[in-house]
């Protein structure tokens, strides 16, 4: 199974994307206006960069669908973030856009080399699988450090050993036998939870679904039962956690780094496609890079 060892190799490539950190020029300044673009995991992984530039004061940050994007709106780059190189909507936006931009890509052997105004290549964490996992996840670490510089308290020193942690760290009981996923975060964690809904989503085809944490309580609660796994990223809301298990639910409520968690979530994806006799590495009418 390709993506198992995909997951598995994720604090090797997490270390050296931490390294390049240190040399890559072509990513934003601070100050900067910038809009971060994406599709399917990219964008979400987009999302949660955005929202960490921004809260830490960093410049203006938007996250869009590369399909999308306000061409009106002024910015001083636009970011994509693109595994394959191949995306349609991603070079459509790069090659039409007038704004400098710069991609974040898997393979520079693809359109997108021509495309983009600059590269930052990532193809030490490229990947066989259709389904992201270390890719997404190398990408959001390299522009986290970048971030890191400017202000530390960004990246945990300790991230590798998490992410290592997390390989091995235990799933919370019966969550693979559940039929009904549900991820919640906030601020930047919402980017991480979206992935984590599409990851179960493509690996195990599971129903999923995904939300801010507060806003749970606003109605989604109403379905939750003991068919549910409820998985919050960060720390939930007071009394959110009891009442979902009171529920039924299985709750899981981690003190690993968030990223290092979604580690955890792309596990739990393999091992639900494996309780329902599903190959993760053949998703559904899904192919490595979708070209329209
Ligand atoms: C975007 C994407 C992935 C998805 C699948 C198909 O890929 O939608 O998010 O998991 O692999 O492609 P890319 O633009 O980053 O190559």
């Known amino acids: 199974m390709f993506v198992a060892n995909e997951i598995a190799s994720q604090p090797s490539c997490w270390e050296r994307a931490i ?30 960069y955005a929202a960490l530039r921004e809260s830490a004061g960093l410049g203006e940050t938007d996250a869009f669908a590369a399909s999308e994007f306000p061409y009106r709106r002024e910015y001083d780059r636009v970011v994509a973030i693109c595994r394959s190189g191949t995306t349609t909507e991603v070079l459509n936006l790069l090659r039409t856009t007038s704004l400098p931009t ?21 193809d030490f964490a490229d990947e066989t699988s259709v389904v992201q996992t270390r890719f997404a996840t ?42 009904q996923f549900t991820f ?21 085809g599971s129903w999923t679904e995904s939300y801010p944490a507060m806003e749970y309580r606003h109605g989604p609660i109403s379905v939750t039962d003991e ?22 639910a299985v709750v899981s409520v981690s003190a690993l780094d968030p990223v290092a968690d979604l580690i955890r979530v792309q596990r739990l994806a393999v091992a639900i496609a494996e309780n329902k006799g599903l190959n993760p590495d053949e998703p559904r009418n899904l192919t490595r890079s979708v070209i329209l």
């Open 19 to 48: 390294e390049l950190s240190g040399a890559a020029p072509e990513l934003p300044s601070p100050g900067e206006r910038i809009a971060v673009v994406g599709c399917g995991t990219s964008l979400y992984i987009a999302q949660a």
């Open 102 to 122: 710069v991609a974040v890509t898997g393979d520079p052997s693809t359109p997108i080399a021509d495309s983009a105004g600059s590269l930052v290549v990532l």
């Open 138 to 179: 190398t990408a959001l670490t390299l522009l986290r450090a970048h971030l890191a510089r400017t202000e530390p308290s960004l990246l945990p020193a300790d991230l590798v050993a998490q992410a290592a942690e997390a390989v091995n760290a235990p799933l919370p009981p019966g969550a693979a036998g559940r039929t």
């Open 184 to 204: 919640l975060g906030a601020g930047w964690t919402n980017g991480i939870a979206h992935e984590a809904a599409l990851k179960v989503r493509e690996a195990s």
């Open 227 to 248: 068919n549910s796994v409820v998985w919050f990223f960060g720390t939930p809301p007071d009394g959110l956690a009891a009442e979902v298990e009171r529920a039924g």
